[in-house]
């Protein structure tokens, strides 16, 4: 059966420090993957997705960045956090655009 | 005006009631999810329907493609069921645009 898994699960950060989320998909080839930020009181908002390694999508301009160096790990970074970085960070894979999704539990950042 | 509106935002009820929630958008979509948020922020996907009906034990979810709208409904609700449930529809790419929840209490 497929897994996917995503830490850590709770992070406090200074402003200016850099991030690093990663995600990983077990029992399945090439999916699809995605990043989704969740700020206080809003819904859910694609960051990135990825249909093969090292191929990144970008949907909102920020300053987060998203890499596939596997086939099956994706990675949320930045270099600087800001205040408005802070949010719940979800990741979720797909077998393709047709296809349900699976999310990941999540990532509760706090940028302070 | 969002592209997904979900009504209602806050829904309580008692424990047996029959529930409802409805979702609306104005694009033309290519499929319609409905996703379950517990209060620890996880999520879990429920449906994925592009027409018609899906049934899933107590769950049932419509969709009306004409009208563009979507309903997910619980029978004999359960205090478990409390959760914020998520209407997502994908415009044919890769994004899918969420509504921002219906937050439902179940009272025992």
């Known amino acids: 059966s497929q897994t996917i898994h995503q830490w850590p699960a709770t992070l406090v950060q200074p402003v200016g420090s850099p991030l690093s989320l990663e995600c990983t998909v077990e029992?399945?080839?090439?999916?699809?993957l995605y990043w989704y930020r969740q700020a206080a009181g809003r819904g859910l908002q694609l960051l990135f997705y990825?249909?093969?390694?090292?191929?990144i999508s970008s949907e909102v301009p920020q300053n987060l960045s998203a890499s596939r160096p596997q086939d099956r790990q994706f990675i949320l970074s930045s270099k600087k956090l800001l205040l408005s970085d802070s949010g719940f960070y979800l990741c979720?894979?797909?077998?393709?655009?047709?296809?349900?999704?699976?999310f990941g539990s999540g990532t509760r950042l706090t940028v302070v | 005006k969002n592209e997904v509106e979900q009504s209602p935002q806050n829904l309580t009820a008692q424990e047996g009631e029959f529930i409802t929630i409805n979702c609306s958008y104005s694009?033309?979509?290519?499929?319609l999810h409905w996703l379950q948020q517990h209060p620890g922020g996880g999520i879990v996907s429920l449906f994925m329907l592009s027409s018609g009906k899906k049934k899933h034990g107590r769950l049932i979810a419509t969709i009306n493609i004409q009208e563009k709208h979507s309903s997910l409904h619980i029978t004999a609700s359960h205090p478990r069921d409390s959760a914020v449930y998520i209407c997502?529809?994908?415009?044919?790419?890769?994004?899918?645009?969420f509504g921002t929840g219906t937050r439902l209490t179940i009272i025992p």
């Open positions: 997502a529809v994908r415009s044919g790419n890769e994004k899918l645009t």
């Open positions: 979720a894979w797909a077998r393709g655009a047709n296809y349900g999704y699976t």
């Open positions: 694009v033309g979509i290519s499929a």
């Open positions: 990825s249909v093969g390694i090292g191929q």
């Open positions: 029992g399945t080839s090439n999916p699809n």
